[in-house]
């Protein structure tokens, strides 16, 4: 099997992306297909999916739109037969689908935690379990993406269950990229910060098993918008993507401020061995 290298040609590869009818996904889905890949829109909105394959196709690329339910382990091996069945090869995964409920700690209910958690960390497992074994029979070099966040960096009030399911992809996506070396398949993981996306707005989508849709107060989208008016473009953030998978990079991070807070907490954890050593 190959030794893991950056992927530096990328046209005619074939990419499957989770979530990606808006937001980042739709990003990363419009960069692939301008650098000449074929791409697998996944989404649980089938229009948002089938909106997004339809760009794909006018970048001159094919584009094949699946309704996804990333939660789903059976949906999802479902949508790994379906991309090989189509392509016959999948050389870039980015396991990228993910949701928050606008809660503190005391605030959570069980649905609440285990919605975010099967979307955020369950939708990355049950995308290896898809689609890692047959990668790694591949001879073509490939490569995987997962996409955490800044608050799988440091945690800030709020949000946590989301802060909980990103640290978990944090460190499932460090080990994978030390196990997947030796079988030829790069990892990187995809920490975004601000980012013009509706994933305030993501409690739409939240199945009924999972105590049924959930709207965000208007107070907060409002604020949200206004904060990140500014933010990154998600085609910018797919491009980033991009220049990774070629260079093999372990993390892709953006907004410089946000490296303030995670050096706080890397000193903090210094702190705590430097007392423990005394």
């Known amino acids: 099997m190959l030794d893991s290298r950056p992927m530096d040609e990328l046209a005619g590869r074939v990419a499957v992306v989770t979530g990606g009818g808006s937001g980042i996904g739709r990003g990363i889905c419009i960069a692939f297909a301008r650098a000449g890949l074929s791409v697998v829109v996944s989404d649980i909105e089938e229009g948002a999916a ?27 091996r479902a949508l790994a037969a379906r991309a090989y069945d189509e392509f016959g090869a999948v050389h870039v995964l980015c396991n990228n689908a993910g949701v928050f409920t606008l809660k503190r ?3 959570h209910t069980a649905n609440d935690w285990d919605w975010v958690m099967s979307v955020n960390l369950g939708g990355v497992v049950n995308g290896l379990l898809a689609f890692l074994p047959r990668m790694t029979e591949q001879e073509d070099p ?11 960096l440091y945690a800030g009030a709020g949000l946590t269950s989301y802060h909980a399911s990103k640290y978990a992809v944090t460190g499932l996506t460090e080990h994978l990229r030390r196990d997947l070396d030796r079988v030829g398949i790069g990892v990187s993981l995809l920490c975004p910060g601000k980012v013009l996306t509706k994933i305030v707005q993501s409690g739409r989508n939240r199945p009924a098993a999972f105590g049924g849709p959930e709207e965000t107060p208007q107070a907060f989208v409002d604020s949200w918008t206004a904060r990140t008016t500014d933010g990154h473009d998600p085609i910018a953030v797919g491009n980033m993507v991009l220049r990774a998978i070629k260079r093999n990079d372990p993390y892709i991070v953006m907004n410089p401020e946000r490296k303030l807070p995670v050096e706080a907490r890397l000193e903090a954890i210094r702190a705590a061995f430097a007392g423990g050593a005394a």
């Open 50 to 76: 089938a909106a997004v394959a339809g760009e794909v196709q006018a970048e001159g690329q094919r584009g094949l739109a699946i309704q996804t339910d990333v939660a789903d382990r059976e949906a999802m």
């Open 105 to 107: 700690g005391a605030e």
């Open 142 to 152: 490939s490569h995987i993406v997962n996409t955490s966040s800044t608050s799988g």
